[in-house]
């Protein structure tokens, strides 16, 4: 059964350092997401992306993130200058028709220390 | 508006006994209401979901109970299992948008 994968599971970075995090949809897949996960809270909307562009993004997606389709399988989400709130598990998912069951990868654990 | 309010934030049920999470919402336009099962350090896995044209739906041993009026939806799991000891969120979503989830219930099913 096709899946969505991440790298890597675990990154320590050190505060100030920028990050990427890599993620592979489903290969028939035409929108993507990223959403994060703080320790023990809910799992929260990044940003969506469409057709090469963000369609929508949340509060929290601020400056300091960016998100790129590079091929036609990868696509990440980089934090230009990390944060110790930063910290948290970043969680891609993808789907082949909006509105529709989102597939999630297991996720990349971020540690800004 | 945009919330999904979940309860309890944990639960404790005896092997074989029904297992009940609850959410409410209060944007009528969320017309898409799925569930997550989440193990630890893996990634929500959908469970069931629903749509608010039917009432209930039924698959094996979980169910989701819609209450369009009361803008509320709950998940029954029936005969719980260790196995099914987990964290699980709600969600919902309308057209394009992406899912706003609830805040998780931890649930632990004993022998």
């Known amino acids: 059964e096709p899946e969505v994968t991440q790298t890597p599971s675990h990154q320590v970075t050190q505060m100030g350092q920028e990050v990427i995090l890599r993620c592979v949809p489903i290969?028939?897949?035409?929108?993507f997401y990223w959403y994060r996960q703080i320790l023990g809270q809910k799992v929260e909307f990044l940003v969506s992306?469409?057709?090469?562009?963000?369609?929508?993004k949340s509060e929290i997606f601020d400056d300091q993130f960016s998100v790129e389709r590079p091929d036609g399988s990868n696509f990440t989400l980089k934090i230009r200058s990390t944060k110790l709130e930063d910290s948290a598990m970043y969680f891609c998912?993808?789907?082949?028709?909006?509105?529709?069951?989102?597939?999630f990868g297991p996720g990349t654990r971020l540690t800004v220390l | 508006q945009q919330q999904v309010k979940q309860s309890p934030q944990s639960l404790i049920v005896q092997k074989g006994g029904i297992s009940i999470i609850n959410c409410a919402y209060e944007?009528?336009?969320?017309?898409?209401f799925p569930w997550y099962q989440q193990f630890p350090g893996k990634g929500p896995a959908l469970l069931i979901a629903?749509?608010?044209?039917?009432s209930e739906k039924k698959e094996g041993r979980f169910t989701i109970s819609f209450n369009k009026s009361a803008k509320q939806f709950s998940l029954h799991i029936m005969d719980s299992q260790p196995g099914d000891s987990a964290t699980y969120f709600c969600?919902?979503?309308?057209?394009?948008?992406?899912?706003?989830f609830g805040k998780g219930t931890r649930l632990s099913v004993i022998a």
């Open positions: 998912s993808s789907n082949r028709v909006a509105h529709n069951e989102q597939f």
């Open positions: 290969s028939n897949h035409l929108y």
């Open positions: 992306f469409y057709n090469n562009e963000i369609s929508e």
């Open positions: 944007n009528t336009a969320f017309d898409y």
């Open positions: 629903i749509r608010p044209d039917v």
């Open positions: 969600a919902a979503s309308s057209g394009n948008t992406p899912l706003v």
